[in-house]
């Protein structure tokens, strides 16, 4: 089990990142969240195994044809026994 902590930055809010994200995430069966930050990037929180998570973090640095990724990080993290799916925090 892995998980992980994503911030991207560019034209990421207003061009369906979340939802997209949304979708990708339950697609690869990861739980989790993404939400828009205040200074405009998205954070995203995964988990699952480890090759989906990899997949995902590689489905991010490209986003939906409307965003344009301009940097990315990923960080490491523990897992949460208690998360089970994912969702968009507002």
Aim: glycine share 8%; with cysteine.
């Amino acid at each position: 089990m892995k998980a992980v902590s994503v911030r991207l930055e560019g034209r990421v809010q207003g061009v369906g990142f979340r939802y997209w994200a949304l979708q990708e995430a339950r697609r690869l069966r990861l739980a989790g969240w993404v939400r828009n930050d205040f200074d405009g990037s998205v954070e995203v929180y995964c988990q699952g195994e480890d090759a989906r998570v990899d997949a995902f973090v590689r489905k991010l640095r490209e986003g939906p044809p409307s965003a344009r990724v301009d940097d990315i990080s990923v960080q490491a993290l523990e897992s949460s026994r208690d998360m089970r799916d994912f969702h968009v925090r507002y």
